[in-house]
């Protein structure tokens, strides 16, 4: 059993989601299953609460996960930095997904720090850096899907 999130960042994860409108997800470099599944899925939450939300990957991610519904349409920012840095600019709220320091994101993450919106980390890895609004970090957990799936 995970021990469970505190009560009052619950409560601002709440906030955060009910009170903004235009979501940006962004994973780690070489996006594996875990960051583009805990991605995707969280995008399609929040499209289902009447949110917009684009997931914005750094770089390739391996063929066999053109499956997962909603990879197709996510943003290669080596393939389109200028776009995904305008996702960034212009998001209200910037969701980090399954990495634990904004260097795992590399080209993305100057664009990351300076970021002036609030910022929500979900992630299982060891040492979550401080860079974060809100951070959810359980290292005991399978994964990043777990956690998004769990809050």
């Not at 979501?23 to 969280?42: K, Y």
């Not at 980090?96 to 795992?104: A, G, W, Y």
């Amino acid at each position: 059993m995970l021990e469970p999130f505190p009560s009052s960042d619950l409560e601002a994860l709440k906030a955060l989601v009910d009170q903004n409108n235009f979501f940006v997800i962004l994973c780690h470099t070489n996006p594996d299953g875990d960051a583009i599944g805990s991605s995707c899925g969280l995008a399609e939450y929040l499209r289902a609460k009447g949110k917009s939300a684009t997931v914005i990957v750094p770089d390739a991610y391996p063929d066999f996960l053109n499956w997962v519904p909603g990879v197709q349409e996510s943003v290669r920012a080596d393939k389109y930095p200028e776009k995904a840095a305008l996702m960034l600019k212009t998001a209200d709220v910037i969701f980090v997904l399954d990495l634990n320091e904004p260097k795992r994101t590399e080209s993305m993450e100057q664009l990351l720090l300076e970021a002036r919106q609030p910022k929500v980390l979900v992630d299982h890895h060891l040492n979550p850096a401080d860079f974060c609004t809100l951070t959810f970090s359980r290292p005991q957990a399978s994964s990043a899907s777990e956690l998004v799936y769990r809050l």
